[in-house]
């Protein structure tokens, strides 16, 4: 009658090992061999690591803020540029109260005080250009960023001169923008 106990038993053993230790080596196997895509729900080019913009917004509110240097030039992709932040900045709702559009202007940048006048909503920061300089290289100053609480610049879109694809691109902003509002308690 041993002989049964220690069969059952062996047989349980097996049963356990085969339903809570194999999933767990399958799964790491999966991870450490790619044999599916990591998910990412965010739309715009993770900046790792983050640029630190405390030396542009540090004195300003605490807020999200949808940034934009403005170039020397304002051309149709600045123009578009300029109006994709208005746009995600109306289109936040309740929520704009958590989160700016904002223009960087430099004495080197373009005049576009006519875009700015047809929305009094977007915050203007004058600065200097080595201000620029310190937080944005130059493969990174081209774009529209997501900008934290903490003054971390942490995604990155590229300018479209196309206006459908800067407004399907505003709608990237918009969605990785509601994201982060829902993941923070800041701001």
């Known amino acids: 009658?041993?002989?049964?106990?220690?069969?059952?038993?062996?047989?349980?053993?097996?049963?356990?090992?085969?339903v809570f230790?194999?999933?767990?080596?399958?799964?790491?196997?999966?991870?450490?061999?790619?044999?599916?895509?990591?998910?990412?729900?965010?739309r715009g080019e993770l900046l790792q690591p983050t640029?630190?913009?405390q030396s542009l917004f540090g004195e300003l509110p605490k807020k999200w803020r949808v940034v934009y240097v403005v170039p020397?030039?304002?051309?149709?992709?600045?123009?578009?540029?300029?109006?994709s932040i208005q746009q995600v900045d109306l289109a936040l709702?309740?929520?704009s109260d958590r989160a700016n559009a904002t223009l960087v202007i430099t004495p080197e940048s373009a005049n576009v005080e006519e875009w700015i006048a047809k929305d009094n909503r977007t915050e203007v920061l004058n600065t200097k250009q080595e201000n620029?300089?310190?937080?944005?290289?130059?493969?990174?100053?081209?774009?529209?960023?997501?900008?934290?609480?903490?003054?971390?610049?942490?995604?990155?879109?590229?300018?479209?001169a196309d206006q459908q694809q800067a407004i399907m691109q505003s709608r990237d902003v918009l969605?990785?923008?509601?994201?982060?509002?829902?993941?923070?308690?800041?701001?």
């Open 1 to 18: 009658m041993s002989d049964t106990k220690t069969g059952g038993s062996r047989k349980t053993l097996i049963l356990l090992v085969v």
């Open 21 to 42: 230790v194999l999933p767990v080596i399958l799964a790491k196997l999966a991870l450490d061999n790619d044999f599916f895509n990591r998910g990412a729900t965010n």
């Open 51 to 53: 640029l630190n913009a």
């Open 72 to 83: 020397t030039t304002c051309d149709q992709t600045c123009q578009n540029a300029i109006y």
């Open 93 to 95: 709702g309740k929520e």
């Open 132 to 160: 620029v300089n310190k937080v944005f290289n130059s493969a990174h100053r081209n774009g529209i960023f997501l900008v934290d609480t903490m003054n971390n610049a942490m995604l990155r879109y590229n300018p479209h």
């Open 175 to 187: 969605s990785d923008l509601k994201k982060m509002l829902k993941l923070s308690r800041i701001g």
